[in-house]
């Protein structure tokens, strides 16, 4: 292909990107959250609108500029999130769930902001499940030939643990990287395989995290009917 081919290569299609991190709210001041900066989820949605997609970027929580010609839905919880990447699925050709999607969410939420009481030992944190969207994604497709992608940050046996969360999910295709330093959380930089339903490996060297995305759409791309 030619690279103004490749560049237009997503023109007519709808993708949905999640990024950043959810946020559980404890009470109106304090929340349980996690590291994750959005920006390789901001890279996939710019890569994608340069690619001519129409995108929709599902942000949690990103303290970060909207990309220019992408329909941004800011989100707070894992439970908004949910609600805002199902319904953007509904019509997506491909939905990529970069965001860091927190597990567990208090039990309960004090509309008072909750204080602490001399000689008072705190009360402890009861944690419930939050609903997995991308296994639901997965398993529910709204469009059988919808390509949906995961994420997984991972230690120890990096690749293992990637292949059998791919099949857990039912995902089409998992990024897999391994957390350290200078990667991943914060960083401009990732080094990553994507890890294919179809038993593929595509390792992506580290790089900038622009990089990352364009090979995640041209995987995507290629699985498109
Ligand atoms: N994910 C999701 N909903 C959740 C948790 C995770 O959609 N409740 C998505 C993330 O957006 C990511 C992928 O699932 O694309 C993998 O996230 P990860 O946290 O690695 O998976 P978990 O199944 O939560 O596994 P772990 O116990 O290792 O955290
Ligand atoms: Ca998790």
Redesign the pocket.
């Known amino acids: 292909l030619a690279r103004g081919d490749l560049a237009r290569d997503l023109a007519g299609r709808h993708v949905v990107v ?1 990024a950043g991190g959810t946020r559980e709210p404890l009470d109106p001041v304090r929340f349980l959250g996690n590291r994750s900066s959005g920006k390789q989820g901001y890279a996939l949605a710019r890569s994608a609108a340069a690619r001519g997609a129409r995108v929709t970027l599902v942000a949690a929580n990103a303290a970060l500029p909207d990309p220019a010609g992408v329909d941004v839905v800011p989100v707070g919880t ?1 439970v908004q999130l949910r609600e805002a990447v199902l319904k953007a699925a509904a019509d997506a050709d491909a939905v990529v ?5 927190a ?1 567990f969410r208090p039990e309960t939420y004090a509309a008072g902001k909750i204080k602490k009481k001399d000689g008072q030992e705190p009360a402890p944190l009861t944690l419930v499940r ?5 296994a639901e994604l997965a398993g529910d497709r709204p469009r059988p030939a919808q390509v949906v992608v ?4 991972e230690t120890d046996d990096v690749l293992a643990n990637g292949r059998a ?1 791919l099949a857990r ?1 039912g995902c089409d295709l998992l990024v897999v990287n391994e957390v350290g330093e200078r990667k991943t959380f914060g960083s401009e930089e990732n080094e990553a395989v994507v890890l294919g339903a179809d038993g593929s490996e595509t390792p992506v060297p580290y790089g900038p995290k622009e990089a990352l995305a364009d090979t995640v759409w041209d995987l995507v791309a290629a699985r498109l009917p």
């Not at 769930?97 to 999607?101: E, F, K, N, S």
């Not at 939050?130 to 991308?134: A, R, S």
């Open positions: 999640s894992a769930m970069a965001a860091a999607v597990d939050n609903p997995d969207i991308l995961g994420f997984a940050a969360k999910k």
